[in-house]
């Protein structure tokens, strides 16, 4: 219990210090801003950007609730293999997920702020693990340990051109192991390998198995894969491609 809440309590003031940076007038002219969108952000108020944030995080939720209740209908399809299954589904989730962008926007159309973005992220992630370790303490006990990492690691590809090359390359190569390894079917695929020495080629088929299984016997760690890691993880996805740019006022200093 307390290395987990030792993981869990410098996440409030992380997001904290993300947001109240976000929002001082004197950054944020050297903020990263959404091409196109440059105006309406500094012609709205700062303490009201957050929402922005909040609705993409709200987006994201929605979808993922959806595509946590799609495996039930799927497999009434008769006569599918697993892996057929298991591609509806995954063709399905991305389907939904432009539809709402489409609906409602995406973050880089909303013009939301990376650093707002990753608050956001984190928050969620704050709550999210503290509801799940009172329903399966093990399962967010792990989670914590892949999640906390790659949400406190990431930032805009585009932002990490400025620095120099060693820590460039250090922390490139941390965001890309972690986003590989917090994507649910690779880290299937990892703790699979590790506990049984298999490392089979139908990642996708065995994935759709193990989560029929959750689903069936109402397992909480379906609940964490869907209303957790995976909003999370494309919140991550979304801040390491963030559109973010040089600002003008710099480019003229140089």
Known sequence: MIPF?????????????????????????????????ADDLQMEGGSWKWLKSARVLLIIQFWAVLVSLLPYYISQIPGAMPIQYAVIWAVLSITILIILYAMFGSPSRAGVEWKLLKATMITSITIGMGLMSIINFATAQLGALILIPMCLFSRPLRAQLEMNFLPRTVLLA??????????????????????KGSWTVDIVGDFWLWMEFLWEWSSATYLYVFLVHLPCWLLCIHVLLHPCYQPESKMKQE
């Open 5 to 37: 809440a030792l993981l869990l309590a410098p996440l409030p003031i992380v997001a904290a210090a993300l947001a109240g940076g976000s929002k001082t007038k004197g950054k944020l002219e050297d903020e990263c801003k959404t091409k196109g969108n």
């Open 174 to 195: 941390s965001n890309i192991l972690l986003t590989v390894l917090g994507f649910p079917p690779a880290a299937f695929l990892i703790m699979k390998g590790l506990s």
